[in-house]
């Protein structure tokens, strides 16, 4: 698969990961006035679960016999590390500079996305 035709069947999945993500946000922060990080746990795991079953098998298939445990190990390595990445971005971007709520759940989604594409392409599904 050209990496091309990868990049943009990551976005698209990113894309849904992004709505899930939101939505599930929006729901937990402005309906149940839930705090913003349990909403934020809450809508990466959600929206990881749908991520895994798409880079498996449409992002990065391949065609020999894959240990789907090893790869479910090392795909949570990479979210963990992603999620991280995001949410202490979120963190200083909230407690340090005061930033909405909200516009830093978005610019996070960008620090996210990045180091799990990365991550997924060099380590788990290679």
């Known amino acids: 698969m050209k990496e091309t035709t990868r990049i943009i069947r990551f976005a698209v999945i990113g894309t849904l990961n992004a709505l899930i993500t939101a939505a599930t946000i929006g729901i937990m922060m402005g309906v149940l006035g839930i705090h913003y990080l349990a909403s934020n746990v809450t809508a990466y795991v959600l929206a990881q679960t ?58 996070g989604l960008f620090i996210y996305g990045t180091v799990n594409f990365l991550m997924n392409k060099r380590v788990t599904f290679r």
């Open 50 to 107: 749908h991520n895994f079953i798409w880079c498996k098998y449409w992002i990065f298939p391949t065609d020999k016999k894959s240990n789907t445990w090893r790869q479910v190990l090392l795909f949570l390595i990479a979210f963990g590390m992603a999620y991280v990445a995001q949410f202490l971005f979120l963190i200083v971007l909230v407690e340090l500079w005061d930033c909405n709520e909200y516009l830093a759940q978005f610019l």
